[in-house]
């Protein structure tokens, strides 16, 4: 059964031409939520908005690997775009330059429907001509995309990850509806971990990895780079090239993945003291950069 989904965010991802001119960031798991007692994104927001503007003014393209925004906690999309309009506008940039892909997660999967995604957009960024709303309406949140190196073969998928955990796929809704009304009170109280999510349950996160790698194997080591567990992973050349791109709930970090000069590498924004005790964003490379061919 898994297997029958990744087979078809394989064979149905949107497909993007890369070549040693392109630069790309990839960020997942941010959660935006309504920055109250349960937002995890909300510590991070300075380190974010930092790189973002870095990144924009560089000219790199910006892939979300889904779980940009927690709809799962929140009921709808407005609280969240209400404490993140900055940052909303911001992405706006660019999505006005068609530099932004995003994909959707199991926790923001109801833009998996077009329809869902053209009704928020209207009601938050009303267009005020017809060229607007034909540029307005193209938005659109992908299961998958397949990064195509010019000139060759090779492809690199990119998924959010939840294809390979069922539960959180087929019965998204069901989880949903236990971390609403159950899980979500009992961490308020409790500190209550959800055990539903490969990022707060080891064992199901072991669970998720083996099944995608298994995929993997399966379809002659077709590199991947996902998110959903929060774990980072950035193999060494030879063995199996799943990458995953941590997330942006980490404990005063934000973790991503850059595509440059057609290598990638793995780097961590977080804060730094200088000498006078004062505390900047700093960003720090964790691995890489490697050439993608070694892994294709």
């Given at each position: 059964?898994?297997?029958?989904?990744?087979?078809?965010?394989?064979?149905?991802?949107?497909?993007?031409?890369?070549?040693?001119?392109?630069?790309?960031?990839?960020?997942?798991?941010?959660?935006?939520?309504?920055?109250?007692?349960?937002?995890?994104?909300?510590?991070?927001?300075?380190?974010?908005?930092?790189?973002?503007?870095?990144?924009?003014?560089?000219?790199?393209?910006?892939?979300?690997?889904?779980?940009g925004v927690e709809l799962w906690e929140n009921y709808t999309f407005e609280p969240i775009y209400k404490a993140y309009k900055d940052i909303f506008e911001m992405l706006k940039l660019f999505y006005d330059e068609d530099r932004m892909y995003m994909l959707w997660g199991n926790h923001d999967m109801i833009f998996s429907d077009p329809l869902t995604v053209e009704k928020i957009m209207y009601k938050i960024f009303p267009p005020r001509n017809i060229v607007q709303k034909e540029k307005l309406f193209d938005l659109e949140y992908h299961e998958s995309i397949m990064l195509n190196i010019e000139g060759t073969d090779k492809k690199i998928l990119l998924i959010h990850g939840h294809q390979a955990d069922w539960f959180n796929y087929r019965l998204w809704k069901v989880s949903r509806f236990f971390v609403r009304y159950f899980w979500m009170p009992m961490q308020k109280w409790f500190n209550f971990k959800d055990p539903t999510s490969p990022a707060k349950n080891y064992k199901n996160l072991i669970r998720v990895e083996k099944k995608l790698k298994k995929w993997m194997l399966n379809n002659n080591n077709q590199m991947v780079i996902a998110g959903h567990t929060h774990r980072p992973r950035f193999p060494d050349p030879g063995l199996l090239p799943y990458f995953n791109d941590g997330s942006c709930v980490h404990p005063n970090s934000i973790i991503g993945l850059e595509i440059e000069n057609l290598q990638i590498q793995m780097v961590k924004w977080h804060f730094e003291a200088d000498d006078n005790g004062s505390n900047y964003v700093a960003k720090t490379v964790l691995a890489g950069p490697q050439p993608l061919e070694v892994y294709l």
């Open positions: 059964m898994i297997t029958s989904i990744l087979d078809k965010a394989c064979r149905d991802a949107k497909h993007l031409t890369i070549n040693k001119d392109t630069k790309i960031i990839m960020f997942s798991d941010l959660h935006k939520g309504d920055n109250s007692y349960a937002d995890d994104f909300a510590h991070n927001i300075e380190l974010y908005t930092f790189a973002m503007q870095g990144y924009y003014e560089k000219g790199f393209t910006y892939i979300e690997l889904g779980d």
